[in-house]
């Protein structure tokens, strides 16, 4: 997380206009991003830059907010169904995840640039196309898709029974997948994958890899990608989440709250650990420069605001590498390759995730609410139950 502003010129800010009261007339997006259409102008008069695909209502069902704030500000209602622009598809949205992302984004702590208001919230759906763009050929109707490109730098979001997806960030779903545990796999799969595969360069068999937070959504990712390559992996997690981690890739579960971790660890991993990969934002950075062996890498992708002590002199003599990133920044290319892997690894019936709540879309505000009290496992909304 970065305090730096990452708002274009002109985009919204931190103090956006008060909302006023909930608008019983649906909206239709512009070219820009979304702006209300006065009440003596029905959007049937505004029409779409291309035809309404056959099929198609005019209005959907959207979770939006019309500020930046509190989860409670997510409303529930009618805008306009999107059209696709020449280079993107319009999508049917099967199911949407909720993301820690997400609640930063709709709340104003993670400043990305927004469409407008209303914005709708959430970044990643599984869909069906129901219409392509004139250069999005690529897709066809009725194929199943997903993504997790939406409601960011600019993007409408993916809480919404249709949702238009640029082509470059839309991929193909892997045939007989269920909507739910796709989309719920996603986001922390994907995170997973560039940790370890594109900023570390890759594990395999030979490597040890310590994961923080094994038993959340992200860690249990990395422990199963690391796994599947072949690399042992040492979960730090809660005693009563050793079966889980076990499950999940895990040869080795060590309780963080332990006080003998430094001997633990060293036990586990005597000639040293190739990666430390922290998902729990609590990494103790002296014990991971410690267990690392020479030339291994601390991977960071959550952390709190203060400073950590990292022990300059030894980490520089074991030669290591601090690696943070966010999913967010990720080029599209990348976010394309790990997406064919990630489903690739869906498709053969691995990777998994704990699901937390299933819940229709009209409890989104309820969703990210969860979300932010940290429920175990993932929120996916169901827009159509
Ligand atoms: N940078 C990126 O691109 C990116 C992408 C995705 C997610 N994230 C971030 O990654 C973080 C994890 O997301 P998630 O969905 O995996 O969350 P999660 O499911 O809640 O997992 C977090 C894990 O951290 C563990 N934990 C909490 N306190 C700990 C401590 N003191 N010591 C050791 N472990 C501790 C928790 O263990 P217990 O269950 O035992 O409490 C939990 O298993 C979030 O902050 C999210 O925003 C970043």
Redesign the pocket.
């Known amino acids: 997380m970065t305090g730096r502003s990452l708002l274009g010129p002109g985009e919204e800010d931190d103090d956006p206009a008060p909302s006023g009261p909930v608008r019983p007339d649906p909206v239709r997006p512009d070219p820009a991003g979304l702006t209300d259409l006065p009440e003596s102008d029905p959007p049937d008069h505004d029409p779409p830059a291309s035809p309404d695909p056959p099929g198609v209502p005019v209005t959907m069902r959207a979770a939006y907010v019309d500020r930046l704030g509190p989860a409670e500000d997510i409303r529930v209602g009618e805008l306009v169904v999107p059209a696709p622009a020449p280079d993107e598809v319009l999508v049917r949205v099967e199911a949407v995840a909720v993301?820690?992302?997400d609640t930063y984004i709709r709340s104003g702590r993670y400043r990305t640039p927004l469409p407008g208001f209303p914005f709708v919230v959430g970044r990643d759906l599984v869909g069906v196309v129901e219409a392509c763009g004139v250069a999005a050929d690529a897709f066809v109707p009725g194929q199943r898709v997903w993504t997790n490109g939406l409601g960011y730098a600019g993007r409408q979001g993916a809480a919404a029974e249709y949702a238009v997806v640029p082509v470059d960030r839309l991929y193909p779903l892997p045939d007989g997948l269920d909507p739910v545990r796709s989309v719920a796999v996603f986001?922390?799969a994907v995170?997973a994958y560039l940790g370890l595969f594109r900023h570390v360069g890759g594990v395999g068999p030979g490597d040890t890899v310590v994961v923080?937070?094994a038993?959340?959504?992200?860690?249990s990712s990395v422990s199963q990608l690391a796994a599947f390559a072949g690399a042992r992996v040492i979960a730090?997690?809660?005693t009563e989440?050793a079966t889980w981690c076990r499950k999940h890739g895990a040869a080795a579960v060590v309780d963080?709250r332990v006080e003998d971790l430094r001997e633990r660890l060293a036990e586990e991993a005597p000639g040293g650990a190739t990666v430390w990969f922290d998902?729990?934002?609590?990494i103790d950075l002296e014990l991971a420069v410690e267990v690392l062996a020479d030339r291994g890498a601390v991977v960071l992708?959550?952390g709190r605001p203060e400073p950590a002590a990292l022990p300059i002199p030894l980490f520089y003599l074991k030669s290591l590498r601090l690696l943070g990133?966010?999913?967010?920044t990720a080029p599209a290319a990348e976010l394309a390759d790990a997406a064919r892997v990630v489903g690739a690894h869906l498709a053969e019936g691995r990777l998994d995730v704990r699901i937390g709540e299933v819940l229709p879309l009209d409890q989104a505000a309820r969703a990210h609410q969860l979300v932010e009290h940290?429920v175990?496992g993932r929120v996916i909304l169901v827009p159509r139950t």
Do not use: C, K, M
């Open positions: 993301n820690p992302v986001h922390p995170t923080g937070g038993a959340g959504n992200v860690g730090l997690a809660r989440d963080y998902t729990s934002g609590r992708v959550a990133f966010v999913i967010t940290r175990r």
